[in-house]
């Protein structure tokens, strides 16, 4: 487990995603057709904007404030709009059925005690912005650097869970990695599109 994850590159945001379960949950939310430092920087710009990064702060915020806070330069995404919509959707569900601790996603107990990582995996899915490759790499984040290894937890990630992997934010600990992932994910898009033509 990796103490204090880099993604970013600034120590401050990347304390708030080692130390805040649900700005990590946050950040991973915004990976998407962005730059992933610039994603998992957003909820550091809405804790200080906010002056919380809490879930029910963040879910009781006014959608129109919040809204602006999102979008006013630098903006915590390319959409800054939509996304501040799918946080705050974030951020019901965590109050609304993890009792506000996002924790709880990977912890609460699963059908037979303790969560396995399928169990895990189909919550992640289940929620607003996180669609099935999300939830593994997600999965694979958690696995790879914050010490949450559910039974199963490789299986259910996929080759997101593989060892040694540079595929996406789950391997990221440096900028070196962070090149790595970059030059992985270039080699994949050239591929699909190769395969298009």
């Known amino acids: 487990m990796t103490d204090q994850l ?11 995603l080692s130390d805040d379960a649900f700005a990590l949950l946050v950040g991973m939310l915004l990976d998407q057709q962005y730059p992933m430092e ?10 200080d904007r906010l002056g919380s990064i ?14 602006m806070l999102a979008t ?28 506000g601790d996002a924790t709880r996603i990977w912890t609460a107990p699963g059908a037979d005690g303790a969560p396995t990582g399928a169990e895990v995996l189909a919550r992640l899915r289940a929620l607003p912005g996180y669609g099935d490759q999300k939830a593994r790499i997600f999965l694979a984040l958690l696995g790879k650097q914050r010490g949450v290894q559910p039974a199963g937890w490789r299986e259910a990630a996929g080759h997101y ?12 600990t440096s900028p070196e990695s962070l090149a790595e992932v970059r030059t992985f994910k270039k080699a994949q898009k050239a591929a699909a599109k190769a395969a298009k033509a």
């Open 161 to 172: 869970g593989d060892e040694g992997s540079r595929r996406s934010i789950a391997d990221v």
């Open 72 to 99: 006013t330069p630098p903006a915590i995404h390319r959409y800054g709009r939509s996304m501040a919509a799918r946080v705050q959707d974030l951020a019901r569900v965590v109050v609304d059925e993890y009792d």
């Open 38 to 47: 610039h994603a998992f920087a957003g909820p550091r710009k809405i804790r």
């Open 6 to 16: 880099w993604i970013t590159g600034d120590p401050d945001a990347d304390a708030l």
């Open 54 to 67: 809490d879930p029910r702060a963040v879910a009781e915020a006014d959608p129109d404030a919040f809204v």
